[in-house]
């Protein structure tokens, strides 16, 4: 057996998305991911089920983790033989203790890379809109920790002698010492006047930029309660921002959409959210379990070979069917000549997870469009939730067909205290908009939310993905401030920004 091995890898900063191509592959192949505080959650989705997610950061039970205690279990590990992602925030080797974990790691004799990652100087100056260099106002940038060990990186005079040696600083860990560090540059030779910058949460949609000069940049800071993570930017090229902002002016930069969704199903949506400035918070307010009578799904399995189309309407239809099949040691090969229709781009997704291209994807998001596009149809199982409309089966066998509807999972409402978790994100202004994307989310979310549903929904901004979702908001006297023209993601979140704009 091949040995283990420790990759030291970058997460970049803030947004997920920022990760390179490598350091992505290594999280989905690693064994065992060991991060922190500033690599962001989504990145552990790319991870595979199996892999085992290691905390080591100050919230992973320990205050203040040595570094031998997190050196001491990559060793260990690794002369396991696992595969080991050591993922930091931004660059792990720019004031990251990579090179002290890297140099262990070779007196060890383990066998280790490293991956660099986004440095959150560089990706903080692009999301703030200031370039740390410009032909006309700065030909050099210097990084610099204002972190305190005493003497060794902190020493006043470091700053005075920096001070006109470089164009543009960037500083990091320095919300502690604003007032020394901003204090040392000024003495050093730089005008108070000197245009400054504090990005604090970069490229994330909490990320808060506050301009000012080096001479009040760090009285303005502390009454406007900036603190770490952050960083400190000094230089002409601040004045740029005035110009090259973009990331925060996104029409729906800080917002927090509410997906009422399992956290697998919310993945993609949350990509998107995120694209736009936005912050999804995944809340599930449903359980998928199996139907209360197996027995029509067993059937239908064992007559498979009879249909001459299978028909999926949502991705958990299409996740519960394999599984049943894979229970009875089957795979997609049983559905041997049928052929395959899915409505939506989601439900296709998930069908080619499965390894089985659709035959047929409905344009449009509704079960009548379905129908229509499979046209004259012999025999048809119809493979879905237990309770759902009935206007796919419906207009097929105005067609002629026999259809077979089969419940192959159902949905019950998320445990009570879900429900009063719900609420309170609602009132207290933990969520802006509600996003419905179909209308079993609206029975669910009103179902949980109890009888005064409407009201709570009226606190916040309420988009609708299409007609059917707005009839079933409409009939539970829920207002709608925002409808999708396009019946996707995309269309729901566009239609979200023009309410905004
Ligand atoms: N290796 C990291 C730096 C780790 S030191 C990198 O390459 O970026 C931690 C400091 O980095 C924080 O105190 C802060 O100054 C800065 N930092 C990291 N991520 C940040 C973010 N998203 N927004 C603002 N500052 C960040």
Not at 146 to 155: F, L, Q
Request: aromatic share 6%; net charge neutral.
């Amino acid at each position: 057996m091949a040995g283990g091995k420790v990759f030291l890898v970058g997460a970049g900063p803030g947004d997920p998305s920022l990760i390179t191509v490598r350091g992505k592959a290594l999280l989905e192949t690693a064994d065992v991911v060991l991060y922190d505080a500033l690599s962001h959650p989504a990145l552990l989705e790319f991870t595979s089920p199996s892999a085992e997610l290691r905390n080591v950061g100050k919230r992973g039970g320990q205050n203040n983790p040595s570094q031998a205690w997190i050196t001491a279990q990559l060793i260990e590990l690794a002369r396991a033989g696992r595969r080991v992602v050591r993922l930091k925030g931004g660059d792990p080797l720019l004031f990251a203790r990579g090179a002290e974990e890297a140099e262990d790691l070779a007196a060890a004799g383990v066998d280790f890379e490293i991956v660099p990652g986004l440095p959150s100087p560089i990706a903080a100056a692009a999301y703030a809109g200031i370039s740390l260099t410009h032909r006309d106002l700065s030909s050099s940038a210097t990084f610099i920790t204002g972190s305190d060990r005493e003497g060794v990186e902190w020493t006043p005079d470091a700053w005075q002698r920096l001070a006109t040696a470089t164009d543009t600083i960037c500083v990091l860990m320095g919300m502690r010492r604003l007032e020394e560090i901003t204090a040392a540059i000024a003495r050093g030779g730089r005008a108070p006047e000197t245009p400054a910058a504090i990005v604090q949460w970069a490229a994330r949609p909490e990320q808060r930029v506050l301009v000012a000069t080096l001479g009040n940049i760090a009285a303005r800071a502390r009454q406007e309660g900036f603190s770490n993570p952050a960083l400190v930017f000094v230089g002409e090229v601040v004045a740029l921002r005035e110009k090259l902002r973009w990331y925060d002016k996104k029409p729906l930069f800080g917002k927090r959409l509410l997906i009422p969704r399992a956290e697998h199903q919310a993945r993609e949506t949350a990509a998107k959210i995120r694209e736009r400035g936005a912050e999804p918070v995944v809340f599930p307010v449903i359980r998928i379990v199996d139907p209360p009578d197996p027995g029509p799904l067993r059937t239908a399995l064992a007559e498979l070979a009879a249909y001459d189309w299978v028909l999926f309407t949502s991705s958990n239809g299409v996740d519960r069917f394999f599984a049943a099949l894979e229970r009875e040691g089957r795979d997609a090969r049983a559905l041997g000549a049928a052929k395959v229709g899915v409505i939506g781009p989601g439900t296709r997704a998930a069908l080619q997870r499965h390894g089985v291209r659709a035959d047929v994807t409905a344009r449009e998001y509704v079960g009548e469009g379905l129908a229509r596009e499979i046209g004259a149809a012999r025999r048809v199982l119809v493979a879905r939730a237990l309770v759902a409309r009935d206007a796919l089966p419906d207009a097929l066998r105005a067609g002629g067909a026999r259809v077979d509807v089969v419940p192959v999972y159902q949905t019950l409402p998320a445990a009570a205290e879900k429900g009063a978790e719900l609420r309170s994100l609602l009132e207290g202004g933990g969520v802006d908009v509600m996003l419905f994307t179909s209308s079993s989310t609206v029975e669910n979310v009103t179902d949980l939310l109890g009888a005064d549903a409407a009201a709570l929904l009226a606190k916040v901004t309420v988009a609708s993905i299409g007609p059917v979702t707005s009839d079933t908001l409409r009939a539970r006297n829920v207002n709608i401030d925002a409808t999708a023209s396009t019946y996707t993601v995309e269309g729901l979140l566009d239609a979200l920004e023009a309410h905004f704009a």
